[in-house]
């Protein structure tokens, strides 16, 4: 059975999310459909990160191109030996591949009857549900903590993820505050992106941290602050978790060597491939680090294919921080919502991602239309997507 066709869409969803330094207005989301033999259809989202979502869709155009005609399994071949060589082109992004990947696991696991998780283990799905995380961005006021708290422990949510500021004392009243109004009945992970700047300051508030049984705090320092990172470690019952610090296997191998925290988050987005992730986990695990997944937020699509990948693996997640768009926004271009229960979230062993798209809803949040309309207003116009012609050398037998 071979690729026939494929589709790719942009979707745009309203959003209003304080993160750390940045207030998100919008999320995008490329998704992917793969087409075989005009009967089986496969479904994979990527997410752009640090990248534009134009870059994306021109990138997985001309990869799929080269696709068509192929069968899946020597696409995903093709896709793993750039791993393996460490040669993958400057023309692809990591995001591209990621939904790509997922589109061509999906359509595979729809070939063979199989769930996705099962063809990356090469057995079964070793777990079938893991805790999950509600996330909150800074809010102007502590009061509006009350209201989206009340949200997250209405949809079942008792871990919550939080985005601390940077600022010492309002990070510090805020875990007093949210603790006077809820008591200890919460996981609290807090979020500071990188934004402590001193070691010293942060050493003198931690115990206060400790008194307010904060769970887990986030990448407390810069990317490159890994001896900080470390140091605090040392000196804490806290967990510390790292994110901003990984984005390579070099980055992977230095923090196992420093021992610099006890969780490391990982984002599919920065690696691609499924099956590269899954790797990167099985490697954290043996080390004996606990791991956790996150990254920017997605459709149900991506949400499944996360939860494939870290259900083929003999070992728990801390947290999963992404939880579907529509907690945010109430939008969804898929039929199921996902199985969430007392803080946990549950996989249905449908052949594939089983995930279900609703067409018209797909169509719906589609932005692909304004690639043709608004030509010069674009990030990247439509005149360069259409007409610039990229020089591509993809042998499926070197």
């Excluded at 407390?220 to 040392?234: C, H, N, Q, S």
């Excluded at 984005?247 to 923090?255: E, F, P, W």
């Excluded at 728990?316 to 271009?333: A, L, P, Q, R, V």
Aim: charged share 25%; hydrophobic share 40%.
């Amino acid at each position: 059975m071979k690729i026939t066709n494929y589709k790719i869409k942009i979707l745009r969803f309203p959003l209003n999310l304080r993160l750390s330094k940045y207030h998100v207005k919008y999320s995008h989301h490329l998704i992917v459909k793969i087409i075989i033999d005009d009967k089986i259809i496969g479904y994979g989202e990527g997410t752009p990160y640090n990248t534009s979502i134009f870059d994306l869709y021109k990138k997985s155009r001309e990869l799929l191109k080269y696709f068509v005609g192929k069968e899946p399994n020597e696409c995903l071949k093709y896709i793993e030996k750039l791993y393996m060589t460490n040669k993958i082109p400057e023309y692809f992004d990591y995001g591209t591949i990621l939904g790509i990947s997922a589109a061509l696991y999906d359509a595979i696991g729809k070939i063979n009857n199989v769930p996705v998780c099962k063809l990356l283990s090469g057995s079964k799905c070793f777990i079938k549900k893991t805790p999950i995380a509600y996330i909150i961005g800074i809010q102007s006021n502590f009061n509006k903590y009350i209201n989206l708290i009340n949200k997250a422990l209405k949809f079942g949510f008792n871990i919550i993820k939080i985005k601390f500021t940077g600022d010492l004392n309002k990070d510090y009243e805020l875990l007093k505050f949210i603790r006077t109004n809820f008591g200890f009945k919460l996981k609290i992970l807090a979020d500071v992106n990188g934004n402590y700047k001193s070691y010293n300051k942060l050493v003198k508030f931690i115990k206060k941290f400790e008194k307010y049984d904060l769970n887990i705090l986030e990448q407390p320092f810069g990317a490159k602050e890994l001896r900080k990172i470390t140091k605090l470690r040392k000196i804490t019952d806290i967990d510390i978790m790292i994110d901003e610090s990984f984005y390579t296997i070099n980055d992977l191998n230095n923090i196992i060597k420093l021992k610099c925290c006890d969780i490391i988050n990982i984002h599919p987005s920065k690696f691609g491939s499924i099956n590269f992730t899954r790797k990167i986990i099985e490697k954290i695990v043996e080390n004996d680090f606990k791991y956790s997944i996150g990254s920017s937020i997605m459709t149900n699509i991506g949400v499944l294919s996360y939860l494939h990948t870290f259900f083929s693996i003999q070992a728990d997640c801390e947290t999963y921080e992404e939880i579907g768009h529509y907690f945010y926004s109430n939008y969804t271009i898929t039929k199921e919502i996902l199985n969430i229960k007392n803080n946990w979230i549950k996989l249905k062993l449908n052949n594939g991602l089983g995930v279900n798209v609703e067409e018209k809803w797909l169509n719906r949040f589609s932005i692909n239309q304004l690639l043709y309309k608004i030509q010069k207003k674009l990030l990247i116009p439509y005149e360069i997507l259409k007409n610039k012609n990229i020089s591509f050398n993809l042998s499926f037998n070197e």
